[in-house]
């Protein structure tokens, strides 16, 4: 224990840290965000055109960004390959297509129509392959994989006795299973050509895989007047048992996985916070501004946070009230 006499005095230093408060890195209206594997070059599109933007070391100038198209009439959504090289375009017409950019040659880049009976598509992890749902008018429903410019057409599942539709699927990323997602969670084992349901409540609205590919985090409706969020967060086993309710209302695009399997960064009414998807346990981040974070994208050393808010493109670095 420390004595003080009296005329005695003693000087204490606190440091104390910033809060941290979200960076605008762009103003441009965007409707999708997606980084390469080290989370330094970000492609989006914004209006007709889509972009690559660059972290740079410059604070006025955090981002390079440059066009790699031209302006594309109709365009929707972009499937962007794993390299970056080739993408899948969604049109306005319900029409789906291959773009090869050339290497951001804008002057040769080249699209070659699919057609209007493709439904979801995910690449391959290699970017060699493409799975895609197939849904002509005659009925047919199968999964499809086709090499990377849709030749070799290979039909590896009727799916017609399943009900399925036109479900949205996802690739685990070692490239071995494949999410369908129709009011309900199917897994489909590539190797084996196996489809199992995994769940029957008919309400799910989205899933993804954890990092490990051991656990899937899905959403389902769950309506709440007093909500802005529609949707309950919930985890399985890769087998669809133990099933646990994180006690989490929001939209799955406002979660993103850490890489320890275990944790996910959320958004929802309360604000940023860290959940424990075993303990339930959540730690709040403290930062200045308000903002409602969607399509979320975790920095390689999980320090910063990228996010869009209202179609503009943030940054935050990520601060818990633990400190």
């Given amino acids: 224990k420390l004595k003080l006499k009296r005329g005695d005095n003693l000087s204490i ?17 965007i409707s999708q ?13 914004s209006g007709k055109t889509i972009y690559k933007a660059t972290l740079t070391e410059d604070e006025k100038n955090p981002l390079q960004i440059l066009p790699i198209t031209s302006e594309i009439e109709g365009l929707q959504s972009v499937l962007f390959s794993p390299n970056f090289q080739l993408a899948i375009f969604r ?5 789906s297509g291959i773009f090869d950019f050339k290497r951001y040659d804008l002057l040769h880049q080249e699209y070659t129509s699919m057609g209007k009976d493709i439904g979801n598509v995910v690449w391959q ?38 009900g399925l539709q036109n479900p949205i699927l996802k690739i685990s990323s070692d490239g071995t299973k494949i999410l369908f997602l129709e009011k309900d969670i199917y897994l489909f084992d590539i190797y084996k050509r196996t489809l199992d349901k995994l769940s029957d409540s008919g309400k799910i609205v989205d899933a993804v895989f954890s990092p490990n590919m051991d656990k899937i985090l899905y959403a389902t409706d769950s309506k709440d007047p007093l909500s802005p969020y529609q949707a309950q967060i919930s985890i399985m086993d890769i087998q669809g048992k133990n099933n646990k309710n994180l006690d989490l209302r929001t939209n799955l695009d406002k ?31 403290v930062y ?9 994208i975790l920095s390689k050393d999980e320090k910063v946070l990228y996010f869009l808010s209202e179609g503009n493109f943030y940054s935050i670095v990520l601060q818990t009230k633990e400190y």
Avoid at 13 to 29: F, G, N
């Fill in 33 to 45: 965000l997606i980084a390469d594997t080290e989370r330094k070059n970000f492609y989006y599109l």
């Fill in 125 to 162: 992890t290699d970017g060699e392959k493409i799975f895609y749902f197939y849904a002509p008018a005659d009925g047919e429903r199968s999964l499809i994989r086709a090499s990377k410019n849709n030749s070799d057409v290979e039909r590896i599942y009727d799916c017609r006795e399943t």
């Fill in 13 to 29: 230093i606190l440091t104390l840290k910033q809060v941290p408060q979200a960076i605008l890195l762009s103003d441009k209206k």
């Fill in 91 to 95: 049109k306005q017409n319900n029409e």
């Fill in 288 to 296: 200045q501004n308000n903002f409602k974070a969607e399509n979320l």
């Fill in 255 to 285: 979660t993103v996985w850490l890489a320890d399997n275990l944790n996910i960064i959320a958004d929802s009414k309360e604000g940023l916070a860290k959940v424990n998807t075993d303990s339930l346990a959540k730690i709040a981040f």
